[in-house]
């Protein structure tokens, strides 16, 4: 008996045990069942994603394609868009030729007084920027010894021409000997030269102006002890404001006195004074291989010496040249060039490439040799990208944009007129 109720357990928990596994088994599918679901969702997105890509690649090759294939020609090959550059003419008119070199402004005439005695100063009678005529007194120096000594040699002069009148006399009656006479005329005569000196030095003690000028520098003041040699003043006279410039000697023949100059400070914003050739050095620096040249101030104006300019010489100057703007030239080895415009057999604007050899050159402009005519297109702006018989297209003027841009608001402003007016019709019907 106990046996069989051992029998019925173990069969009854076998049986529960089976009857948990399967459960357990079936929420474990059911899981998975979940899973590979969400899997071929996520599958078909993804797959539905890479589908869309490919479709806008495909479309966007097939656009570049029809774009492609559009800007070719006839023959296949792709054809080249024009280039947008600015076009001008040659023009004629006046050029100079123009020598350009820099310097310092110096006055010739330029002195520095100094103390011929040995005093103190008393009275200073002019300043720094004062003008002076020569022989004007500018400072005076302390004089009691030198005019005891000029009043001394007064005397002694008067004594000795006494004597020498005297003994004059004598000599003409036969009364002395000649040596007598002799002697006495030598004593006048070192009497004259010591009141001479006397004079010389109580003068001295005035310091005058040895010319007309600007006084620029004064180093003493009154009260100071100025010794003998000692530099007093600094005078110059501005009306001789010079700017000196060397000139390599190949301009040598077109280089003449009196010819015009210019001299331009950056001190005034560019402003242009004229000037001349005052002289013309006659040897020529062996080493630098160039000529000294001299350049007066007509005008001198603001201008003052040790300021920079920069002086230009007019060695030429032509009035019908032709002229060819800068703008429109560019460089390729040492060489110049410019566009000229033409157009094709078919009306098409192109450029072609000429050498510009420069006979004259100002600051705005080239004077060609030859290759050129007066009206001739050229390319002003926008050559750097071109070569020979390249394609052009010609920058608009700003009237020409101003008038597009009204044509294309009133155009615009029709549109939405006629828009509104079938709009309304609409809603009346």
Same mark, same amino acid.
């Given at each position: 008996?106990?046996?069989?109720?051992?029998?019925?357990?173990?069969?009854?928990?076998?049986r529960?045990g089976?009857?948990?596994?399967?459960?357990?088994?079936?929420?474990?599918?059911?899981?998975?069942?979940?899973?590979?679901?969400?899997?071929?969702?996520?599958?078909?997105?993804?797959?539905?994603?890479?589908?869309?890509?490919?479709?806008l690649?495909?479309?966007?090759?097939?656009?570049?394609?029809?774009?492609?294939?559009?800007?070719?020609?006839?023959?296949?090959?792709?054809?080249?868009?024009?280039?947008?550059?600015?076009?001008?003419?040659?023009?004629?008119?006046?050029?100079?030729?123009?020598?350009?070199?820099?310097?310092?402004?110096?006055?010739?005439?330029?002195?520095? %007084? *100094? /103390?011929?005695?040995?005093?103190?100063?008393i009275?200073?009678? !002019?300043?720094? @920027? #004062?003008? +002076?005529?020569? =022989?004007?007194?500018?400072?005076?120096?302390?004089?009691?010894?030198?005019?005891?000594?000029?009043d001394?040699?007064?005397?002694?002069?008067?004594?000795?021409?006494?004597?020498?009148?005297?003994?004059?006399?004598?000599?003409?009656?036969?009364?002395?000997?000649?040596?007598?006479?002799?002697?006495?005329?030598?004593?006048?005569?070192?009497?004259?030269?010591?009141?001479?000196?006397?004079?010389r030095?109580?003068?001295?003690?005035? %310091? *005058? /102006?040895?010319?007309?000028?600007?006084?620029?520098?004064?180093? !003493?003041?009154? @009260? #100071?002890? +100025?010794?003998? =040699?000692?530099?007093?003043?600094?005078?110059?006279?501005?009306?001789?404001?010079?700017?000196?410039?060397?000139?390599?000697?190949?301009?040598?023949?077109?280089?003449?006195?009196?010819?015009?100059?210019?001299?331009?400070?950056?001190?005034?914003?560019?402003?242009?004074?004229?000037?001349?050739?005052?002289?013309?050095?006659?040897?020529?620096?062996?080493?630098?291989?160039?000529?000294?040249?001299?350049?007066?101030?007509?005008?001198?104006?603001?201008?003052?010496?040790?300021?920079?300019?920069?002086?230009?010489? !007019?060695?030429?100057?032509?009035?019908?040249?032709?002229?060819?703007?800068?703008?429109?030239i560019?460089?390729?080895?040492?060489?110049?060039?410019?566009?000229?415009?033409?157009?094709?057999?078919?009306?098409?604007?192109?450029?072609?490439?000429?050498?510009?050899?420069?006979?004259?050159?100002d600051?705005?402009?080239?004077?060609?040799?030859?290759?050129?005519?007066a009206?001739?297109?050229?390319?002003?702006?926008?050559?750097?990208?071109?070569?020979?018989n390249?394609?052009?297209?010609?920058?608009?003027?700003?009237?020409?944009?101003?008038?597009?841009?009204?044509?294309?608001?009133?155009?615009?402003?029709?549109?939405?007129?006629?828009?509104?007016?079938?709009?309304?019709?609409?809603?009346?019907?």
């Amino acid at each position: 008996m106990a046996l069989t109720l051992r029998g019925i357990y173990s069969q009854f928990f076998e049986r529960k045990g089976i009857a948990h596994r399967k459960s357990r088994f079936a929420k474990k599918m059911s899981l998975n069942l979940l899973e590979i679901k969400e899997t071929k969702i996520e599958t078909v997105r993804l797959l539905l994603g890479i589908a869309t890509v490919c479709c806008l690649v495909g479309c966007g090759e097939g656009k570049k394609e029809i774009e492609a294939k559009s800007k070719k020609g006839k023959s296949g090959a792709p054809v080249a868009k024009p280039v947008l550059v600015e076009i001008g003419e040659v023009s004629q008119g006046m050029i100079e030729e123009v020598l350009e070199r820099s310097s310092p402004l110096e006055a010739e005439a330029q002195v520095q %007084v *100094l /103390a011929r005695t040995q005093n103190p100063a008393i009275e200073l009678l !002019v300043e720094e @920027g #004062d003008k +002076v005529a020569k =022989g004007d007194v500018l400072l005076r120096l302390e004089n009691d010894r030198q005019q005891t000594d000029y009043d001394q040699s007064l005397s002694q002069l008067e004594e000795a021409k006494i004597e020498f009148d005297r003994q004059e006399s004598l000599y003409k009656q036969q009364l002395v000997s000649e040596s007598e006479y002799r002697n006495a005329r030598f004593a006048f005569n070192r009497a004259q030269l010591a009141s001479e000196t006397a004079r010389r030095q109580l003068d001295y003690t005035e %310091v *005058l /102006a040895p010319i007309n000028g600007t006084v620029t520098s004064r180093s !003493v003041k009154v @009260g #100071d002890q +100025v010794n003998t =040699g000692t530099p007093i003043f600094e005078l110059i006279d501005l009306d001789s404001t010079v700017a000196i410039i060397h000139v390599p000697e190949q301009y040598l023949p077109k280089l003449k006195p009196n010819m015009e100059a210019r001299l331009i400070s950056s001190t005034y914003e560019g402003q242009v004074f004229s000037g001349y050739v005052k002289r013309i050095s006659p040897v020529v620096e062996a080493r630098a291989g160039t000529i000294k040249v001299v350049v007066g101030v007509k005008d001198l104006g603001p201008l003052r010496p040790g300021m920079w300019v920069d002086v230009e010489l !007019v060695l030429d100057s032509k009035q019908d040249a032709l002229l060819i703007p800068k703008r429109a030239i560019s460089y390729d080895n040492d060489q110049t060039f410019a566009f000229k415009v033409f157009s094709d057999t078919n009306g098409v604007m192109r450029a072609s490439r000429h050498l510009v050899v420069p006979r004259n050159i100002d600051k705005l402009n080239v004077e060609p040799i030859d290759g050129f005519e007066a009206g001739e297109k050229i390319i002003l702006a926008g050559q750097s990208g071109l070569k020979e018989n390249s394609l052009i297209r010609e920058l608009a003027v700003p009237d020409e944009i101003e008038g597009a841009g009204v044509r294309s608001l009133s155009m615009t402003n029709s549109v939405s007129t006629l828009s509104e007016n079938k709009e309304s019709s609409q809603s009346l019907n």
